[in-house]
């Protein structure tokens, strides 16, 4: 009984399939599908990644900070604060880098150290930049 039951709705569905006509996709198919892409594409830059700190300001940080750098070399720094002498009656200041052993760095040590830190951060920025592209986010 269960044979004969199979048969007959196989009957069935092949009778509904052969009087049914498949559908065509309309003359505009095509241009539908692909302004919903472009729709996606609008949809998926408007939600994209924006540094909260922007590349002029990231600038403008360098060139202060490169500034008070080269500002101290030439200057020179010292340790002595004028109001530090002054407060020394109610409080007793001292200074922690006093008793701070630094190394004594020759000029060739600081500048390879400095060049060696920007090339990283010239190397990050590229590495960035070569991954944003591969991963379509610019």
Known sequence: M????????????DKAMQEA???EPGIDFTEKVLAAL???REASAVTRYKAPISRLTWVVIGIVFSGVLVWASIT????QWDWASRMSSFINFTNPLERMALPDLEYSSIYSIGFFAFFVLLQ???????????LGLQ
Do not use: H, Y
């Not at 199979?6 to 069935?12: N, P």
């Not at 020179?76 to 340790?79: A, H, K, R, V």
């Open 124 to 134: 990050i920025l590229f590495m960035k930049r070569i991954f944003d592209r591969r």
């Open 76 to 79: 020179g720094t010292s340790t």
């Open 2 to 13: 269960k044979a004969s039951e199979d048969k007959s709705w196989e009957r069935f569905i």
């Open 21 to 23: 006509n498949p559908e």
């Open 38 to 40: 472009e729709t996606k």
